[in-house]
């Protein structure tokens, strides 16, 4: 393969591991704004999506049913976390609210891990074979699977977009990540707008997880903390708390890593996650607040 055609190969895997990434930086960002809370229960909600479709599949339904259900069960989960967990500290200090989220990730990976052990699960029955199925394009070859991710990732984006631009809600949304107690002085539903970054970003999460794990094949209960931490990442590099600078990050990260991973000696390769956060340290050194973040408040 020549230097052109491995530069396209790697630029395509680039671009679907930074969709992945993307999905679940939003759902990050859009409660961030809001509450200024780092949910790190939001990888779990990929792995919940990802356990649940795979247990339904065993009862024979086809995968866009099963697909469905993950999604909207994931949605639920969602909703009680905020209901149960993060709704009572409400406005107590970040630190509290940090704390809580963390127990929130701890609680439901152990009771996963503990009814049904953290010995990792195919899911390769999980997905239709289609999505397994690699193109050749010439000398390039891209997997169904990475062309939905990104055309997903393009679609939802779009559609968010629009929403928190053009919609009644999407603008209150927009108005409490400016500065929730005005928001809420004016006569906006400020538990409607949490509710709905919840539905939105768990949604995304789940959908997230789905593809996270057609991707490695296996599912385990542990799993959403990487593409968590990544996505993370990803976010403070855009601009965390707006959702342009989330997939901003997200696709600088992706391709960061692929190309970290294509071009470094094979010495090197395995140190990837080092250069990775060496970058987010150099983004944070020229723009502390990320690529596209506001030198004032963060907004979604």
């Known amino acids: 393969m020549g230097s052109l055609d491995y530069f396209v190969q790697q630029t395509m895997n680039a671009f679907s591991l930074g969709s992945i990434y993307a999905l679940v930086a939003i759902g990050l960002a859009m409660v961030f704004g809001i509450l200024r809370l780092i949910n790190f229960a939001h990888g779990d909600l990929m792995m ?7 247990f339904l599949t065993t009862t024979g339904l086809s995968f866009i049913p ?29 630190v509290i609210m940090l704390l809580t989220s963390l127990a929130v990730s701890m609680f439901i990976e152990n009771v996963f891990i503990m009814f049904l052990s953290p010995v990792p ?4 029955g999980v997905t239709p074979k289609v999505l397994d199925i690699v ?16 055309g997903i990732t393009a679609v939802l984006f779009g559609f968010l977009y629009f929403f928190v631009k053009r919609t009644q809600l999407g603008i209150s949304m927009r108005a409490t990540s400016e500065d929730l107690m005005a928001a809420q002085l004016v006569g906006i539903n400020i538990d409607r707008v949490i509710v709905t970054a919840f539905i939105l970003g768990s949604s995304l999460a789940g959908i997230a ?7 490695l094949g296996k599912i385990d209960p542990l799993m959403g ?12 590099i855009g601009g965390f708390g707006d959702l342009a600078g989330a997939v901003l990050g997200a696709y600088v990260l992706g391709f960061a890593e692929i190309f970290l991973i294509g071009f470094l000696p094979p010495a090197l390769s395995s140190y990837r996650d080092a250069f990775v956060f060496l970058i987010l340290i150099i983004v944070l050194l020229i723009r502390p607040n990320g690529i596209l973040g506001s030198t004032e408040k963060e907004k979604v």
């Open 48 to 54: 919940v999506a990802c356990y649940i479709a795979f």
């Open 66 to 94: 099963v697909l469905v259900i993950a999604i909207l069960a994931t949605t639920v989960l969602g909703i009680l976390m905020e209901r149960v967990a993060y709704r009572p500290v409400r406005g107590a200090p970040d």
């Open 121 to 124: 699960r195919t899911f390769r």
């Open 135 to 150: 193109n050749h394009w010439g000398p390039v070859n891209i997997s169904n699977i990475n062309l939905i991710t990104i």
């Open 209 to 215: 997880g789905i593809l996270w794990a057609a991707r």
């Open 225 to 236: 903390f990487i593409p968590l931490l990544k996505a993370f990442v990803a976010a403070v």
